[in-house]
């Protein structure tokens, strides 16, 4: 049977098999947690504790600012030690709570469990909000915004986004082999939310073990368990609804526009802790792993744990890393050093030595065509990259540029390694402080 | 943690594929074209296959020094342009034939467009017009091959597109006997430039670099296949007048031109869509100069036509962009 895929798309090694056959495990406390309180797209939440306070586990210590805004919680009990701008992944310093543990590990009483038929749509929702549950897949955009669709826009397709394409990370994989009943929990919540009457699981090919047990688990379900291409970027939103649906996002809408809500299966899991359990999202698991680190392991880490206490506890380094990188190789953020925390966002740290890194020197476009061949949104990279570098910014709106995906598929198979996606990404910012500045 | 630390924005890893590497495929593709080329027509065709790879070679070493910009022979590229522009000659090209093509092939083919990626025209092909215009003598001059070993010496003769095009022009009416069969002609037993003779060797390279993915089917695919469909319809309507279009397949420049010369990445179009626009284009223009114009062979002028049509194409053939092709609009 030929599986479903979108068109474009690139073939990396999926480099799995370092910590793919690894059971998650608890990875323990580190002495200190950094818990940043800008951790999702959207309004950063605001301290709301202060030095010397004690916490519990789970108490809210940041709260959601707006709409698109999900509040911060104390991933275990402990004395506030500070409240100040710390290290951040995303390269520069943001406000975080410190939190020293006191070993307690004692959770907050205020969390309330719930059952399954107890609550109304809305309760759940906000249940998820009041958890701070975000997209796990790594952009971490607020769950509840998701799942409140306007009334104008009914979704009927519920996607649980299990394809996990990055190459490296295997903490998706993890969960499902692990935590399916979680994971199924978490779906029939959404799906009772949204209302949508079709639910598929996607799951790229090179996991059969997890697309066997999950449909093992759906059985009696009316969830479908689809085995889909293994092929980057299958997991981009976007692409995985073209896959399953067959159908188009519209150039510059959401999901919702054609009817379909798409959710990580770490989401789902996520989703049950805080709807069933109370629980908020204070943990997650993180594959630690590449050829820089002594034995790669999916953990499962609070948040808020220093990445120098992430390679302590998976045997430390082989050798003098070359890049750290927060996320997968196609679209991970590099970081200055191991001292920054791991967010709800961090699915992977990726510890690549200098011999792994591409030093080719960059040569003339040879207009080889494979950037347009490789682009699952079928713009041309090369066209766009080389207006953006002039900066001729009408022009490389005009070839499409806000549509660009930023997945890299460009970047990657081009010979003469040109840094396409990189300058792409560079006139997209330059066009929209174009615009901002022109409103103003 | 050392300070060692590269910061970039993602992504973080690359296919290895470099431009080097790609022209070095296209090279080693090239070699058993050049093999049976020197097996047909002996020492000269090495000769030719040497002057105009070395001439390239030097001449973008110059112009590069000259222009203060760093040497980049290396890559491979100037080399390819060498051996195309040697595969397009005559076996019998003088010295200083060959190696003004190669310097007319380099410098105002490429050079001065500003180097690898910017030339409009192949540079090989640009050098090889500019020579059948200016020394028409010696670019038409063709050698019967006489194989290694045969102990034949090379004699002066027609091609077969060319013996076909005599006898229509005097009688109105294909010739009655061709000097040779159309396995000859696949096989590159016939009179022809360097590297047209053999369509099998072109084809086992250009297999090799579909293998390879450097080249895609869709110029070649339609170019040909243009190429056969508008050959085949003249054949039907009077076959007493036009050949028949497996005689347009494996005669002439045509696998060279369709699968070397009208697939160079520079000078064609990036789309799909676009890259079968060129090669019908190709094939449209290749047939009506065989059968209608003044030269036997169009391949060269069919394929320059299409470059300067290329940025034109590209304009008007960018693919659909996701999200807009309608299949999004909810039922």
Known sequence: ?440 | VSQQLYLSSSPHIHSGETTSKVMHAVIYSLLPACGVAVYFFGPSALTVLLIATLGCLATEVVCQRLMGQPVTIADGSAAITGILLALNLPPSSPWWLTLLGAVIAIAIGKQVYGGLGSNPFNPALVARVVLLISFPVQMTSWSAPAPLGSGLDLVTTATPLGEWKNAVMLTGQMPPEMQGSLSDYFLGNMPGCIGEVSALALLLGAAYLFYRRILTWHIPTAFVGTVVLLSALFWLINPEKYPNPVFHLVTGGLILGAFYMATDMVTTPISTKGMLLFGVGCGLLTVLIRLFGGYPEGVSFAILLMNAATPLIDRYTRPKKFGTSGQGVAQ
Not at chain 1, 45 to 51: D, F, G, K, R
Not at chain 1, 114 to 141: K, N, Q
Not at chain 1, 355 to 383: F, K
């Open chain 1, 1 to 440: 049977m030929k599986l479903k895929t979108f068109t474009g798309g690139i073939h990396p090694p999926d480099n799995k098999h370092w910590s793919s056959h690894k059971a998650i495990e608890d990875c323990p406390l580190p002495a200190q947690f950094v818990v940043p309180l800008a951790q999702h797209i959207g309004a950063p939440s605001i301290a709301c504790v202060e030095v010397g306070q004690r916490v519990a586990k789970g108490q809210e210590i940041g709260s959601a600012k707006g709409f698109v805004s999900v509040p911060m919680h104390a991933p275990t009990s402990g004395e506030v030690v500070a409240v100040e701008n710390r290290p951040h992944p995303w390269g520069t310093s943001l406000p975080a709570v410190v939190i020293k543990p006191d070993g307690e590990d004692c959770w907050s009483t205020e969390l309330q469990p719930a059952g399954l038929g107890e609550l109304s749509p809305d309760e759940i929702v906000e249940r998820v909000r009041l958890a701070g549950v975000v997209g796990m897949g790594g952009a971490a955009f607020p769950a509840h915004v998701k799942m409140s669709p306007p009334p104008e826009k009914p979704v009927h397709t519920l996607i649980l986004n299990g394809v996990e394409c990055e190459p490296y990370l295997t903490a998706d994989h993890r969960m499902m082999l692990e935590e399916p009943e979680k994971i199924l929990q978490g779906v029939a919540l959404l799906q009772y939310v949204l209302g949508a009457e079709r639910v598929v699981i996607g799951i790229e090919a090179n996991k059969p073990d997890a697309v066997a047990l999950l449909r093992k688990h759906c059985l009696e379900t009316p969830v479908e368990v689809m085995p889909l291409e293994v092929k980057y970027p299958q997991g981009a939103e976007k692409q995985l609804i073209a896959a399953v649906t067959g159908r188009e996002v519209p150039s510059g809408g959401l999901p919702m526009d054609i009817g379909v809500a798409v959710h990580n299966v770490s989401t789902a899991a996520a989703v049950t802790d805080a709807v069933l359990f109370g629980r908020p999202l204070i943990e997650r698991v993180c594959t630690v792993t590449g050829p820089a680190i002594r034995e790669p392991k999916n953990l499962r880490i609070r948040i808020g744990t220093p990445l120098s206490h992430l390679v302590k506890v998976c045997g430390g380094l082989v050798e003098e890393p070359g890049k750290i990188i927060l996320g997968g190789p196609m679209m991970g953020f590099t970081q200055l050093g191991f001292d920054v925390p791991a967010t709800r966002g961090t699915s992977g740290l990726l510890l690549l030595r200098k011999a792994d890194i591409a030093s080719q020197a960059e040569s003339p476009c040879i207009r080889c065509a494979r950037c347009v061949q490789a682009c699952p949104i079928n713009l041309l990279p090369t066209t766009i990259a080389a207006y953006a570098r002039r900066d001729m910014l009408a022009e490389a709106s005009e070839y499409c540029a806000m549509d660009c995906i930023e997945c890299g598929s460009c970047s990657y198979v081009c010979p003469s390694t040109i840094p396409l996606v990189q300058a792409i990404r560079y006139g997209k910012a330059a066009i929209l402080a174009k615009k901002r500045s022109s409103q103003i």
